[in-house]
């Protein structure tokens, strides 16, 4: 029998100590370890955060090397030539469509994505799949410190939307670092040969295809996408990286348990 002093009258919440959460002192000891794995000094880690210091290295130089405007006539060369190529607007739309950031399809095509993930108890996939948006904001950083034109029919023989800020691509950028990771998440998840292949064919194609139609259509410069390669390469280096440790944290405290 619960004594008077103890008992609790009708719709009033018991006072007392509160009851430990079981889960509380795991996921403080996943954290650690993770944050442990992360920051370690292996050769896994120094690899990632070595393509991670060369990407932004490589971003800050460019931002440097272009604050002055200035458009290499190899650029203009190879603008005019993809802008002859049949087609090419049907290839920028289907691109576009897949890697517009600012689009609601987009929008709604990243939510699905990570909503399946969590539906399926893939946690770490559904948080760096998340995390890739703001990354993404972030490194498009030097569009706010240099003012480089986009093609435009100023220069000759060229057709462009004209403007600034086309340094760096958000869009070539996007699709190496977030296709990127489905990709890496993808190939984690197939055994054959066949269908590793073909995932990566499928990424590589698409980065290839929305490369060639941010130029054929005058949104950008060949620079402006062979950089902004490379800052989706670190990107994604940065997310495997911390992929890598999450996993390897959460696999040592099952295991323990």
């Given amino acids: 029998m619960v004594p008077p002093e103890r008992r609790s009258l009708p719709g009033e919440r018991r006072k007392g100590p509160l009851r430990a959460w079981p889960g509380r002192d795991r996921f403080r000891r996943f954290l650690a370890r993770a944050v442990a794995l992360a920051v370690a000094p292996s050769r896994r880690n120094i690899a990632y955060w070595s393509i ?4 932004l290295g490589l971003e800050l130089v460019m ?5 002055d405007g200035h458009i290499y006539e190899w650029e203009k060369e190879v603008t005019r030539l993809f802008q002859q190529v049949p087609g090419r607007r049907t290839v920028f739309d289907v691109a576009s469509f897949l890697t517009n950031t600012l689009s609601l399809p987009f929008v709604l095509l990243l939510l699905a994505v990570v909503g399946a993930a969590v539906a399926m108890g893939q946690y770490t ?3 760096l799949l998340a995390l890739t948006f703001p990354v993404h904001v972030l490194a498009q950083f030097p569009k706010a410190i240099i003012e480089r034109p986009r ?3 100023a220069y000759q023989g060229i057709d462009g939307v004209g403007g600034v800020m086309s340094f760096p691509s958000g869009h070539a950028e996007y699709v190496v670092s977030f296709y990127g990771l489905l990709a890496c998440l993808a190939l984690a998840r197939f055994r ?3 269908v590793r292949a073909l995932i990566v064919a499928l990424w590589l194609a698409l980065a290839a295809a929305t490369g060639f139609g941010r130029i054929a259509t005058g949104r950008h410069w060949p620079i402006d996408i062979l950089v902004s390669y490379a800052i989706g390469a670190g990107i994604l280096s940065g997310l495997l990286w911390l ?3 999450l996993q390897t944290a959460r696999a040592e405290i099952l295991a323990e348990s």
Avoid at 63 to 67: F, N, W
């Fill in 243 to 245: 992929r890598h440790a």
């Fill in 52 to 55: 991670c210091a060369a990407t």
């Fill in 63 to 67: 931002v440097a090397v272009l604050s």
């Fill in 151 to 153: 093609p435009s029919a």
């Fill in 192 to 194: 054959s040969y066949r």
């Fill in 125 to 127: 996939p559904a948080f």
